[in-house]
């Protein structure tokens, strides 16, 4: 069968790659051009662990094939980013924009996929934008009843990827999907679809239901995330490590508190449950708060930091990690990063930054004359206060000897 996907980051290379080594034609659209000619020449443009072998074995098998201009395929999968603009609304232009692109090729009988995380209702709006370009065709409506076959109509799914960044190749084929059809019609072909190379279950239910189970997910993890992250600032105000306090309250057999940090990074955690407050505003007060609190972390923390500088005449602050979490080289939307700024800002301190997984700083880190990336032992050298803000693997043996004689906050807990 033949394939086309709209979008090659995160999701849609991963994905596209896969497919094409489980024996199907994919063909990749991206709008960036530079990673369209790095994956003709079967390399990678992001960092993804073993994602470089599965896109080499991919384009040299001839299976995966790469341009800006989509193609006639049997199924188009929708993998472009759904992100947020001013006031937490959702931008879903580039949904509309990759739906758009793909009207002028569809035949009858083809599937189309949206995988983007996406508010309620959106697989909706992609059929809609579907049936403006294309008259001609049957777009099908959303209904739960069976209905019959017609001439010239195609197939519409919503199918939420679900893979933990980091862990991605292992996770598209072990995780189990969710399957929301338009239809029921669609929701069966897309079924199949997933069956061929996913091994976890394929859950079948309506658009609507899959849309909002992705936000959900995400959802439930930040508002636990907050949870801990309120216990950590409580627990600052009594004298009490929250480590420690976590670690035993989680010997109970029904509680799981997750960990607290300098704050809720990456593009799905902090973004997602905001679009429910935006479709339920009155209703989601707890999902809401959630985000402030872990909004708020960062400040928390780089306040903290400035009290504890005040100690000093000419304070250095060694600043270790910048991405979003552990071992990855991701620093976009990182709580990381943001402390990094809002300490940088105040010319009186001198910032070290230490990120083993990237050789410069990222833009919105650029230009300040108090700050410089450097590496571990020099940061460790001359610091004066030691800022643990990523549990990087590279950081975990670092010299207690070597802690003892500096101020440490440790953001993570990882030097307990
Ligand atoms: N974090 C904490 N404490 C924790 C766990 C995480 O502070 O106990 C922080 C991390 O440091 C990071 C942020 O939360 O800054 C998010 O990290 P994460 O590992 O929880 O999640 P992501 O953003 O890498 O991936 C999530 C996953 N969703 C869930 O686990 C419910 C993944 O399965 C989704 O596919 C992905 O979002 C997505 O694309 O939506």
Same mark, same amino acid.
């Given at each position: 069968e033949k394939v086309c996907t709209i979008g090659l980051g995160y999701i849609g290379l991963p994905t596209a790659s896969l497919m094409a080594t489980k024996g199907f034609q994919v063909h990749g659209i991206d709008i960036n051009p530079e990673a369209v000619q790095s994956i003709q020449q079967g390399k990678v443009h992001i960092y993804e662990p073993d994602l470089d072998v599965l896109v080499?074995?991919?384009?040299?098998?001839?299976? #995966?094939?790469? !341009? +800006?201009? %989509?193609?006639?395929?049997?199924?188009?999968?929708?993998?472009? %980013?759904? $992100?947020?603009?001013?006031?937490?609304? &959702?931008?879903? !232009?580039?949904?509309?924009?990759?739906?758009?692109?793909?009207? $002028?090729?569809? @035949?009858?009988? =083809?599937?189309?996929?949206? *995988?983007?995380? !996406?508010?309620?209702?959106?697989?909706?709006?992609?059929?809609?934008?579907?049936?403006?370009?294309?008259?001609? /065709?049957?777009? $099908?409506?959303?209904?739960?009843?069976?209905? +019959?076959?017609?001439?010239?109509?195609?197939?519409i799914a919503h199918c939420p990827e679900r893979v933990l960044p980091g862990q991605i190749l292992k996770e598209l084929v072990t995780n189990d999907r969710i399957i929301g059809g338009i239809d029921q019609e669609s929701a069966e072909k897309?079924?199949?679809?997933?069956?061929?190379?996913?091994?976890?279950?394929?859950?079948?239910?309506?658009?609507?239901?899959? @849309? +909002?189970?992705?936000?959900? *997910?995400?959802?439930?993890?930040?508002?636990?995330?907050?949870?801990?992250? *309120? #216990?950590?600032?409580?627990?600052?105000?009594?004298?009490? =490590?929250?480590? @420690?306090?976590?670690?035993?309250?989680?010997?109970?057999?029904?509680? =799981?508190? /997750?960990?607290?940090? &300098?704050?809720?990074?990456?593009?799905?955690?902090?973004?997602?449950?905001?679009?429910?407050?935006?479709?339920?505003?009155? !209703?989601?007060?707890?999902?809401?708060?959630?985000? @402030?609190?872990?909004?708020?972390? %960062?400040?928390?923390?780089?306040e903290k930091v400035k009290v504890k500088a005040n100690r000093f005449k000419n304070p250095v602050i060694a600043c270790l990690g910048l991405a979003f979490k552990a071992d990855i080289d991701d620093l976009r939307e990182s709580p990381a990063v943001t402390i990094t700024k809002e300490l940088a800002a105040n010319e009186n301190l001198t910032l070290l930054a230490v990120e083993p997984h990237v050789n410069r700083l990222p833009d919105a880190l650029q230009g300040k004359q108090n700050l410089e990336l450097v590496d571990l032992d020099y940061a460790l050298e001359k610091a004066d206060i030691i800022l643990l803000l990523v549990n990087h693997r590279f950081f975990a043996d670092v010299s207690k000897d070597l802690l003892r004689e500096k101020v440490v906050i440790d953001t993570r807990g990882m030097w307990r």
């Open positions: 080499k074995a991919a384009v040299q098998s001839g299976n #995966l094939t790469a !341009s +800006m201009e %989509p193609q006639k395929a049997d199924i188009f999968i929708l993998a472009v %980013p759904t $992100p947020f603009i001013g006031n937490h609304k &959702p931008d879903l !232009s580039y949904v509309e924009k990759a739906t758009r692109s793909i009207a $002028p090729y569809l @035949e009858q009988g =083809n599937l189309v996929i949206l *995988e983007s995380t !996406s508010p309620v209702g959106t697989t909706e709006k992609v059929a809609q934008w579907l049936q403006e370009e294309r008259p001609d /065709l049957i777009v $099908p409506a959303r209904s739960i009843k069976k209905s +019959m076959k017609k001439q010239n109509q195609i197939y897309a079924k199949l679809l997933y069956k061929k190379f996913v091994s976890g279950n394929v859950l079948v239910t309506d658009c609507r239901t899959a @849309e +909002m189970a992705k936000l959900t *997910e995400n959802s439930f993890r930040d508002v636990n995330i907050a949870f801990a992250n *309120e #216990l950590s600032i409580v627990c600052e105000t009594m004298d009490i =490590n929250v480590w @420690e306090l976590i670690e035993l309250a989680n010997r109970h057999p029904r509680v =799981n508190i /997750l960990q607290p940090g &300098p704050g809720v990074g990456g593009h799905c955690i902090a973004v997602d449950p905001w679009f429910i407050v935006d479709s339920a505003p009155e !209703s989601s007060r707890l999902i809401r708060t959630a985000r @402030e609190v872990n909004d708020f972390k %960062p400040h928390f923390i780089s």
